[in-house]
DNA sequence: TAGATTGTTAATCGATTAACAATC
DNA sequence: TAGATTGTTAATCGATTAACAATC
């Protein structure tokens, strides 16, 4: 079980990794056996030496003229991913945001699983969203062993994250996915991974003065 | 009102911002006058130099021993920020992560303001999310040209998300901001923001891979 | 074979980090 | 003054891009 490990891929080229996935799937359904990082590039608007590099991290080689075999492509860019195996999450925080990662359906490809909510509001609790229960925040021990839980991610307004990451940490859980914009105070064997709104916009407003001035 | 125009800032540095928006934000109301950049790095778990580096960008000068003039430091941020001024959005697939946005009440202090959605699904339309109308994709043109629509969000499944991009572009909006996770096209001078959770989830469990082998 | 595509090494580019004199 | 903090120039680091021989 235990493979050799490849150097870690820079982040930027793991961020890359899902759409050439998603794209590769979608060649098998054409049929496709082979295919060159030339084309991967042309159609996902990259250019074809980046690709290149970027499939050089899966381990695999492809062949001069013909391309790599698509179906090792996908498994070994999936291995990478980490879509092959699930991980189990709970979220915290079952306002707007929370329902929609709760109902949203396509993590199941991404290898994650949301298996329960968690809401300090007990009109919610014992309810259920998307076939989800919601849970008390005092349930998170609980849930957590019972489960497996790898991952917490949490959606509650920011007042209360740093409480609701406090209690995740307690439980035993080493991976957050934090969607509130508060820098979060954990201990340094647990990961936490920020998802902030407010700096894409910040990016998205930036584009569009530059592209205003031209 | 055209201003001299510092050099773009780096999109790393940019991404940062908010949270020294929101960090700063948060100590005027402690009544703090003047602020360095060893205190700031220090709260919020970076390194003084970067600070000092990110805070270059708003071409103000801090004094030695005494730091940045807070005021001014905020003002400067929400400029780069653009969270100083509107711009109306319209959000295009009222399903879960729409309506999500919809309700979020923080853009608002991001300089955003979405002030309708749009959605295919005839039940639907008329109704309010939020206190947003919900309008039919037909009426994308006449939406845009009322209420000074500068960005659309895309919000709506895979399937729909070019189809609803080109709506948007033909109405004239020149910034989509992504949730759909695939490559828009669009024409040169409109700019795509790509929101990719499968990328930040991704990143997430390489780190969480990374931090096992520890 | 000819030519497209890979694999690999080197060059470029840009962000981060270091070093240190200037300043309050 | 002494010492903390700034501003600025240089060094480092890592990702992207270029170049080109090897290969099918």
Chains 1, 2 share one sequence.
Do not use: H
Not at 43 to 57: A, C, H, S, T
Not at 130 to 152: H, T, W
């Amino acid at each position: 079980m235990t493979q050799i490990d490849r150097k870690a891929i820079p982040v930027p080229a793991l961020r890359r990794m899902p759409a050439y996935c998603n794209y590769l799937k979608s060649l098998t359904l054409k049929g496709v056996v082979y295919i060159s990082t030339t084309a991967v590039a042309n159609d996902l608007n990259l250019i074809p030496i980046q690709v290149r590099k970027d499939f050089e991290y899966t381990g695999l080689s492809g062949r001069p003229k013909i391309g790599y075999n698509l179906e090792m492509l996908i498994e070994a860019v999936e291995y990478i991913l980490g879509w092959n195996k699930m991980s189990n999450a709970v979220i915290a925080g079952v306002g707007n945001l929370g329902k929609a990662l709760l109902s949203y359906q396509g993590f199941k490809n991404y290898g994650l699983d949301i298996i329960a909510g968690i809401d300090e509001d007990k009109k919610k609790q014992g309810k259920e969203v998307a076939g989800r229960k919601i849970f008390s925040p005092d349930q998170i021990g609980a849930l957590v062993k019972e489960n497996k839980i790898g991952i917490g991610i949490i959606t509650v307004p920011v007042e209360s994250a740093q409480a609701m990451a406090d209690l995740f940490v307690k439980a035993g859980v080493k991976a957050l996915w934090n969607f509130a914009p508060v820098m979060l105070i954990v201990p340094a064997d647990v990961v936490v991974q920020n998802e902030n709104l407010a700096s894409s916009l910040a990016v998205l407003s930036q584009r569009i003065k530059q592209q205003k001035e031209k």
